[in-house]
């Protein structure tokens, strides 16, 4: 029952401290201790209310946890032992202990679903804590020391909270800007968690260094500082503090000129993430110089919580060349400006006759339409909330309309069995615009309890297929389904396994994939399918359980279809099959790079013609574009690729490929979540010839990261989506 907290410790590892206040000074007693298994218990204290005078202990001993649950000092008490729950498999596989206490009573007022995982401390400088956490003190005393987590959901008087009956959900450990959240020894040294107390804003995880002329992140968080390194309570913010809320930076930098006035900036941070997360880039100001600079942080908009201010003494770094900037190419003939300029277009496509640009982003939020041509949008689109998506719009084949699968997950808690339940419950719907008139459809409604995770149209634009995937409980696996519906007659039906736009051009035939997403219990299995009954024409297994094998696409004449074999573990080299497009008979196959260290992965497309299938082959250290010719079954050239390439386009002819890269980052952008365009190296297209009679041909962007890139139907245009933007070039030049 502890996955969801599993999900919610992911995401919320990047959200870390603020400031611990003074130690809580209180007598640290406890009435009555139980016999323990071990010799060595540990201690660990959570106070409630705005005094902390609500006291509830915790003592870990081995595989169980004691817990004060009405807060009178008795451990020996029914129901105050608590068992480590077994780990579920695919989720805990490491060394630690997992204890779901559930409800706890004090003071009068009841706090729910309480979860501690006790996780080590060697694994929580992975990810986005890395260079963030130091814990080789504790590790040297102890290699395998264990980091706490806690969840709770509070009562918190006066907050109206979006957990379970208007309580407040707030997150503990395992660590924050004063260290690594751990049990103590003894009880006058326990750490204490201060749940519902006075409410404060400061920085998460760390405090930037800021540079002259460059973005740094600003990430913070509103909790309650405790008492011990790791302590801070972390409050969430989902459906507890009003969107339309934002903290506030006022900075004050020294000048860059000796003699002249401070320099002062006052930022308000726009974005939000992870549950706990309030961030955004922040750049020095004009005028300002190296050495040290002055931060309040505050929370003015939300007044219900009465958040109090912090202040912070930043270093500013002198400036440093950065990217250099680089002439744009003298065709590019324009950059068509997305609404949302902090997002990465990641979707650009032309229509059929060519005089059209559709674009979307990693955002999620707006579909822009353009007659490019005259550098004039034509529909704005807002979308619905949803978990973002990397390729989450659709267009139909004759571009009459466009589908947008909306996924909306919910926690909720519930009772069951006198314990309580986490589940995830998902609901959503496609919803679909009418392109010539911008005006929206009635949305297609997913089955009861699931939502879309994608949508692919067929190429005669009758079905629509999409992967529903359906609500879950703490502890079970992921479960989806394909669907497809006939949207002449509304008909739905079922498919078992996931699909991933693999549609035969003649739309009789879709590819269906069935793997295991935690711990793999059977091969993957591969079938095609008929659209029309549903029923099975051909089905393939894969070699073994360790792997992913997933139908990719179609050749231009149906006569083939790619599958794509990629391992579980490293050392395995990813692989593409080619299988008879109605018998999935083998045709020949790919094997790419071994790497002992790494997984590598490919993605595919064929040609136009269908003379060639296009690898694009990466690793860690390596991007490869490999063409395949598939009369001859083998790869007839390999050319090496720039670093962040991840998506490519071939021209209408056949004869060019284009593919989007763009250099690395510098040392201190490498890990940024958000970095700032202007601080990014330009990116660019490069144009291969397929034959190799021509030396590759590179396109420099402005600044910016990598998005898409899309031929238009006579091939002399080229789309390229960046940050906040479609650079739009002439081929013919």
Not at 315 to 337: F, I
Not at 606 to 623: N, Q
Request: with cysteine.
């Amino acid at each position: 029952m502890f996955r969801p907290i599993l999900i919610a410790l992911g995401l919320v590892l990047s959200a870390c401290a603020l400031h611990a206040a003074d130690p809580l000074k209180f007598e640290r007693v406890l009435k009555k201790e139980p016999a323990y298994q071990t010799k060595t218990p540990k201690y660990a204290l959570l106070a409630f209310g705005p005094a902390a005078t609500d006291r509830v202990w915790l003592v870990w001993d081995g595989d169980a946890l004691y817990v004060d649950r009405n807060g009178d000092g008795d451990l020996t008490e029914p129901g105050e032992r608590v068992a480590a729950s077994k780990p579920k498999a695919g989720w805990v596989r490491e060394e630690g202990h997992t204890f779901e206490v559930g409800d706890l009573r004090v003071g009068g007022r009841a706090h729910k679903a309480l979860n501690i995982l006790l996780m080590p401390v060697a694994t929580i400088g992975r990810g986005a804590l890395v260079g963030r956490v130091d814990a080789s003190a504790i590790l040297a005393k102890d290699p395998k020391a264990l980091a706490a987590y806690l969840t709770i959901e509070v009562e918190v008087p006066g907050i109206k909270g979006g957990a379970s009956g208007g309580r407040v959900q707030y997150l503990a450990g395992p660590v924050d800007l004063d260290g690594v959240l751990q049990f103590a020894d003894k009880l006058a040294s326990a750490p204490v968690v201060h749940f519902g107390g006075p409410l404060q804003v400061s920085f998460c995880a760390d405090r930037p260094t800021m540079r002259v002329d460059r973005g740094s992140e600003f990430v913070l968080a509103v909790g309650t500082p405790g008492s011990g390194p790791g302590t801070t309570a972390y409050l969430s913010y989902e459906d507890t503090i009003p969107k339309a809320a934002c903290p506030v930076a006022e900075i004050t930098f020294q000048p860059a000129k000796a003699g002249d006035p401070l320099v002062k900036e006052k930022i308000v941070l726009t974005e939000r993430c992870c549950g706990a997360n309030f961030y955004d880039r922040v750049r020095t100001a004009a005028g300002a110089g190296p050495g040290t600079a002055d931060v309040t942080l505050s929370f003015p908009d939300w007044r219900e919580g009465d958040v109090a201010s912090s202040t912070h003494n930043l270093t500013v770094l002198p400036g440093r060349p950065g990217a250099k900037v680089e002439p744009a190419e003298p065709n590019l003939m324009t950059s068509l400006v997305y609404p949302n300029r902090k997002a990465v277009v990641r979707t650009v496509a032309f229509s059929p006759d060519g005089r059209r640009l559709c674009a979307s982003s990693d955002s999620a939020d707006v579909v822009q339409v353009w007659d490019w041509a005259a550098k004039k949008a034509l529909h704005t689109i807002e979308l619905p909330p949803s978990r973002p998506r990397n390729k989450h719009v659709t267009l139909a084949p004759d571009w009459k309309t466009l589908y947008v699968p909306v996924e909306r997950l919910s926690i909720l808690n519930v009772e069951r069995d006198g314990k309580g339940v986490t589940k995830v419950a998902a609901e959503g719907e496609i919803h679909s615009w009418d392109l010539t008139s911008g005006k929206e459809n009635e949305p297609i409604r997913s089955p009861a309890d699931t939502s879309p995770r994608g949508a692919w149209v067929s190429p005669d634009g009758r079905f629509l297929a999409s992967q529903e995937a359906a609500g879950y409980e703490a502890g079970q696996k992921l479960r989806s389904a394909a669907v497809v519906r006939n949207l002449e007659t509304g008909k739905l039906w079922k498919l078992d396994g996931s699909v991933d736009s693999a549609f035969s051009p003649d739309s009789q035939l879709i590819g269906v994939s069935r793997f295991d997403l935690g711990d793999p219990v059977a091969p993957p299995v591969i079938k095609l399918v008929d659209v029309a009954s549903g029923r099975e024409r051909a089905k393939l297994e894969g070699p073994d359980k360790d792997c992913y094998l997933t139908l990719w696409l179609f050749s231009p004449d149906g006569a083939l279809v790619t599958a794509h074999l990629q391992g579980r573990k490293p050392g395995r080299p990813s692989e593409i099959w080619f299988r008879d497009g109605r018998t999935l008979a083998d045709r020949g196959r790919f094997v790419g790079t071994t790497d002992p260290k790494d997984v590598s992965w490919c993605l595919g497309h064929f040609s136009p013609d269908g003379r060639y299938y296009l690898i694009l082959e990466a690793g860690k250290k390596f991007r490869k574009l490999h063409v395949w010719d598939v009369a001859a079954g083998k790869v007839v050239r390999t050319f090496d690729v720039g670093p962040n390439a991840w998506q490519m386009a071939p021209s209408p002819d056949g004869k060019t490929v284009a593919i989007g890269w763009a250099p690395e980052r510098d040392a201190e952008q490498a890990d940024a979540r958000d970095p700032d365009p202007q601080d990014l190296p330009q990116p660019r297209v490069t144009l291969f010839d397929l034959a190799g009679a021509r030396p590759p041909r590179t396109l420099i962007a402005p600044h910016g990261r990598v998005g898409t890139v899309a031929f238009s139907p006579d091939g002399k245009t080229l789309a390229f989506g960046s940050s906040g933007a479609v650079h739009v070039f002439d081929l013919t030049k």
